[in-house]
C-alpha cells in the first residue's frame, strides 16, 4: 500500500512563505507522477501543481503561478511545493496525491492514492 505523508503546513500571515513536503513509502510503480491539491472549507478539492517523474515537466494552477514551486528529490523519495506570497485565500487542507503513471496530471481521478492532507492557515 503507498503511503504518503505531508509535512509543513501551519499559521502564517499574509505575504508569508512555506514549504510542504510530501514523503512516499512503498511505491508500487518504478516511476510515478506527483501533485498537490487543495480544499477550503465548503469547496471543491482543487488542483494546484503537478510534476512528473523526471521533474522537468510541471503545471500550475493560475492561482499557483508564480508564486508556487513544485520539486521533487527522487532519491529522497519527496515532493516538494514551495509557496510565496501567501494570501488568505489560499487558506486550505493541501494534499498530496501520486499516480501510477509518469506523467503529469491535473484532475483528480487521475491518481491513485492521497496523503492525509496539512493544514494551511493565511491570515489578513
Known amino acids: 500500500q503507498v503511503q504518503l505523508v505531508e509535512s509543513g503546513g501551519g499559521l502564517v500571515q499574509t505575504g508569508d512563505s512555506l514549504r510542504l513536503s510530501c514523503v512516499v513509502s512503498?511505491?508500487?510503480?518504478?516511476?510515478?507522477?506527483m501533485g498537490w491539491f487543495r480544499q477550503a472549507p465548503g469547496k471543491e478539492r482543487e488542483f494546484v501543481a503537478t510534476i512528473n517523474w523526471a521533474g522537468d515537466v510541471t503545471r500550475y494552477a493560475d492561482s499557483a503561478k508564480g508564486r508556487f514551486t513544485i520539486s521533487k528529490d527522487n532519491a529522497k523519495n519527496t515532493v516538494y511545493l514551495q509557496m510565496n506570497s501567501l494570501e488568505p485565500t489560499d487558506t486550505a487542507v493541501y494534499y498530496c496525491?501520486?499516480?501510477?503513471?509518469?506523467?503529469?496530471?491535473?484532475?483528480?481521478?487521475?491518481?491513485?492514492?492521497w496523503g492525509q492532507g496539512t493544514q494551511v492557515t493565511v491570515s489578513s
Open positions: 512503498f511505491s508500487t510503480a518504478s516511476r510515478y507522477g
Open positions: 496525491a501520486y499516480r501510477r503513471a509518469s506523467t503529469t496530471g491535473t484532475m483528480t481521478t487521475q491518481y491513485d492514492y
